[in-house]
C-alpha cells in the first residue's frame, strides 16, 4: 500500500533532493582525491570511514531508486553506526576541534539517530517517509560537512 509512488509532485520532489544531494559525497570526494596529491601526510583513518560511509549513502541512494525498502533497512545501519577512528586519532581530533567537539559529536548523533529512523521507515515499507528521512539524513552529513571538513583537511593534510 504504501509503496514508493514517484507520480506525485511531491514525491518527485523529494527524490530530486534526495538524488542531487547524494552527489555532494562524490563531488566532496573528487576534491578530497585532488587534496591527497598535494600531501605526503598519510591518511587517517577518519577519511577511509567517511570515504565507506559515501559508499552505503550511494547504495542506499540506488536502493530508494530501485524501490528496494529491504536494502534501505539492511544498509541505514551501517551509516548509524560506522566504524570510529583509534581512540589516538580520536584523541588528535578531538583536540584540534576544541570547544568545537560538542558540535561536531551532536552532528554526528544527528546522522545516528536519522539513519536509525531510515531502517525504521524502511521496515515498514513508508515510502514517503523513506525518501524525507533520507534527504533529511543526507543534509546532516552535509551540515557536518560544511562547518567541519575544509578546517579538518587544512589541518591534517596540508
Known sequence: MNKLNFATPMKTLLMSVAIGLSSIPL???AAETADEGKSDVEPMALRLIMQDLELNMQ????????EDLVAVADLAPLVADHEQPPMTE???????????????KSLDGVTHDTAMMLKKVAEKNEGDAVIKTYADLLQSCVACHQKFKQPFVDHFYR
Do not use: H, N, P, V
Not at 580520536?90 to 561536531?104: E, N, V
Open 27 to 29: 563531488q566532496l570526494s
Open 90 to 104: 580520536k584523541m588528535r581530533i578531538l583536540s584540534f576541534m576544541g570547544t568545537d567537539a560538542g558540535a561536531f
Open 59 to 66: 547504495r542506499i541512494a540506488s536502493a530508494i531508486i530501485r
